[in-house]
């Protein structure tokens, strides 16, 4: 996997108080160890996190996210993946049982892990330092998951909108 990316801190280039943006374009190529290695086949998940959704170019994330209120409330809107905010934790790890939202993992048909992305909209509110609440919507489009579609940015073959909610608590 090759993942090409770069994060903009819009106060210092345009001056726009607490206002960031990113992007990311992503390319995944070669074989999946678990379909290819005897000895790891009949794993329930990937033994690889950089396999799957096709072996293709990808626009993994384009989106700006502002905050207000004393940087309490924070909005992010843009392309972006379920997983990047909801159902997450840092992946240090090889296999995909271990990375990634396990949402995405096991109802991926639906719920859009790395390096996939759909149109986005998520609002957080920081109730305390280490306790926050956010709601998002999300595009569910399964014409994204297509090999020719990594750079899919219309809204043609949307089924609706998938809407989590968390109430994280990091003490």
Do not use: M
Not at 95 to 124: E, F, M, T
Not at 131 to 156: H, M, V, W
């Amino acid at each position: 996997q090759l993942a090409l990316g770069t994060h903009f801190d819009l106060n210092k280039i345009l001056g726009w108080q607490d206002t960031e943006a990113q992007i990311t374009v992503t390319y995944r190529d070669g074989q999946s160890l678990s379909q290819t290695a005897d000895g790891l086949q009949g794993h329930l998940s990937s033994v690889q996190e950089v396999w799957g959704r096709g072996q293709t170019w990808r626009l993994t994330d384009l989106w700006i996210k502002k905050k207000f209120l004393d940087q309490a409330l924070d909005i992010k809107v843009g392309r972006f993946g379920q997983a990047e905010d909801f159902n997450s934790f840092d992946c240090d790890f090889q296999n995909l049982a271990l990375c990634g939202s396990q949402v995405g993992n096991w109802v991926g048909d639906q719920w859009y892990n790395w390096p996939v992305s759909q149109w986005a909209l998520r609002v957080k509110y920081n109730l305390q330092p280490d306790l926050y609440a956010q709601i998002g919507a999300y595009e569910y489009n399964p014409e994204n998951l297509q090999r020719g579609k990594g750079f899919n940015l219309s809204t043609d073959g949307s089924r609706g909108a998938i809407i989590p909610a968390e109430l994280v608590w990091t003490p």
